[in-house]
């Protein structure tokens, strides 16, 4: 028998920055080393922070969305780990967005790896010296805790190394990363401070560094992650979330498979009916376009919008751009709209265990352990009012839908190709009559996430007999 579940680093992978909610890592440091330590120095503390290989699907995903050629380059180049750096030169940029009402200020949108040293975007910034720079992960916990916060790197630079005030680590860093760049001879092509830098730190700290050193407009354009996750809890129903682990799964195992393999094909998921991709993507897209709109009608000193997104966010945005260009800006959202997106409801009751367990398992299939972990800091107070019933039924549908035979019975409702390729040529069973109990407690099937007798089951049919490998005991 060939079945299997993904392997934990395998399944984290739906596209190569998924962080699809963004997650940033910064080297630990309180002051700038000279160039020939900053390298080792950053590279390990970067790595210290959590950076985790991915499966690469950059390919796979491209070739499922089929976008134009340009828009497919700029995923790849989003996607694709940069080992060397260029120079800042006149380069194409990354997409144009149409202006649609009159008095609209030019708007260029990268997409960029939440977890590579892509670079295209920053060497842009520095060299056109856009008025804003609108980013889907704020800096540090103040910038991303209200949609439209701006930093102002003369403000900011005062405030920390001037006048001794208390700052984030990430945004204390980020600062004097700019103030160097500042000091450094024009253009940076010839900078070996920006050469270790390019090699060293993530795109979007890069992207945020270059924003200052040019005094732009830093804008955080998403809605607090800590919304994302509350609406992910309680804005599906139950089933929605089943539904969406189920097909999740599904596309885990179809990763795994060789690439010439029939099933190989990855389709790209539908809000209508996957949550994560409603909540998490989709709704974001919107938050974003209506920030870059923001910032492109803001009045005052003319200058460039470029926005900068995670790759997963780029065709969304790209989309909903379009629309607002074909409607002469009628489809836009509204204001109220946007509050609507921006408000975290109360967290439902309603099987609140097993809904917290299945997102947390859903996020296990999608997500960084970083991320996962991020999502449940925020979630804590929730997780702390859990009792009685609600913890039992948290622990066992965690236990549940974590385990191989959920997976793959999960994947054998939603995509009956991924599945046989699961399982491979295994004959003389019935695979999926065999995981009946695990699809029984499925609330697509009427279940509630878990039942006494599906956790006996798992541990029972999950046990080995080793008492033929016992030794015989001699007289």
């Not at 491209?62 to 120079?87: G, I």
């Not at 670079?119 to 008025?131: D, F, G, M, T, V």
């Not at 089943?242 to 999740?248: G, L, M, V």
């Not at 006494?452 to 001699?474: F, H, K, N, Q």
Request: glycine share 6%; proline share 6%; aromatic share 6%.
């Amino acid at each position: 028998c060939r079945a299997r579940a993904p392997a934990r680093h395998e399944t984290r992978a739906l596209s190569s920055s998924r962080s699809a909610l963004g997650v940033v890592f910064f080297p630990r440091t309180s002051l700038l080393p000279p160039h020939p330590a900053m390298a080792s120095a950053a590279a390990a503390r970067v790595v210290a922070g959590g950076v985790a290989p991915k499966i690469n699907v950059a390919s796979r995903d491209a070739q499922a969305k089929s976008p134009a050629s340009r828009r497919a380059s700029a995923v790849a180049r989003a996607r694709r780990p940069t080992t060397a750096f260029v120079d800042v030169v006149e380069s194409e940029p990354g997409t144009l967005l149409k202006p649609f009402e009159e008095g609209m200020q030019k708007s260029l949108l990268f997409g960029v790896s939440h977890m590579m040293n892509n670079h295209e975007a920053a060497e842009y910034i520095l060299n056109s010296k856009p008025r804003s720079v609108v980013v889907e992960t704020g800096l540090c916990k103040a910038h991303q805790e209200k949609r439209g916060t701006v930093f102002n790197f003369a403000e900011l630079f005062a405030s920390i190394h001037m006048a001794g005030g208390a700052a984030e680590e990430a945004l204390a860093f980020i600062t004097r990363v700019a103030h160097q760049l500042r000091l450094e001879e024009q253009p940076l092509a010839g900078s070996p401070f920006w050469a270790q830098m390019k090699t060293q730190l993530p795109a979007e700290a890069l992207v945020y560094a270059a924003a200052f050193a040019v005094e732009a407009r830093l804008v955080f354009g998403d809605r607090p992650k800590s919304t994302t996750y509350r609406r992910l809890v309680s804005c599906p129903t139950l089933k929605e979330l089943d539904e969406t682990f189920a097909k999740q799964s599904a596309r885990n195992y179809r990763l795994l498979v060789p690439p010439d393999h029939p099933v190989a094909t990855l389709l790209p998921p539908d809000p209508a009916t996957d949550a994560f991709e409603r909540v998490c993507i989709a709704e974001r897209d919107t938050i974003l376009a209506h920030t870059i709109y923001e910032e492109a009608v803001l009045q005052g000193t003319p200058g460039a919008v470029v926005a900068v997104v995670g790759s997963d966010h780029l065709l969304g945005v790209e989309r909903r751009w379009a629309e607002m260009v074909a409607s002469g800006g009628k489809s836009k959202a509204s204001a109220e709209e946007i509050e609507q997106l921006m408000t975290a409801p109360e967290t439902t009751r309603e099987n609140i265990g097993a809904r917290l367990a299945i997102m947390q398992r859903l996020l296990g299939l999608r997500c960084t352990e970083s991320l996962v972990a991020d999502a449940f800091e925020a979630l804590d107070a929730d997780m702390n009012t859990l009792e009685g019933d609600e913890i039992i039924a948290f622990n066992a549908t965690s236990e549940i839908y974590g385990a191989p035979r959920m997976l793959l019975a999960a994947a054998a409702e939603a995509d009956d190709a991924a599945f046989d390729a699961a399982v491979g040529s295994a004959t003389g069973v019935d695979f999926k009559k065999e995981l009946e109990p695990m699809r029984a407690v499925r609330p697509a099937n009427g279940g509630v996430g878990w039942s006494e007798e599906a956790i006996v089951w798992l541990r029972t049919t999950g046990a080995v007999d080793v008492s033929s490998l016992e030794t015989p005991r001699t007289e």
